[in-house]
């Protein structure tokens, strides 16, 4: 059975940072790229990054040198790592197995809300 459970979320003010966790069931954590995705609220969800079961990493440009994904593949855990956040950063953020950049997966958790404000 596929688990993700997303945390960390909060209210945070401009140039804070936080570090969101992700805990994915063993199934899909072993064996796929994972990504952490977001979605503003009356937006598209969108993808934040993605990081290979080796580790490499790809980012948004709008994320890219603030943000960054690790993963502990002992404990089937994702983090993202956000610093000098800003409000257009305010979305429910979620984790999920990476398929494409146009194709999302279908099952997702429930999200964990990051809200950016002073």
């Known amino acids: 059975q596929v688990q993700l459970v997303e945390s960390g979320g909060g209210l945070v003010q401009p140039g804070g940072s936080l570090r969101l966790s992700c805990a994915a069931s063993r199934s899909m954590f072993s064996i796929n790229t994972m990504g952490w995705y977001r979605q503003p609220a009356g937006k598209e969800r969108e993808l934040v990054g993605t990081?290979?079961?080796?580790?490499?990493?790809n980012y948004a440009d709008s994320v890219k040198g603030r943000f960054t994904i690790s993963r502990d593949n002992t404990k089937n855990t994702m983090y993202l790592q956000m610093n000098s956040l800003k409000p257009e950063d305010t979305a429910v953020y979620y984790c999920?197995?990476?398929?494409?950049?146009?194709?999302?997966?279908?099952?997702w958790g429930q999200g964990t809300q990051v809200t950016v404000s002073s």
């Open positions: 999920n197995r990476y398929i494409s950049s146009a194709l999302y997966p279908g099952y």
């Open positions: 990081i290979t079961t080796g580790g490499t990493t």
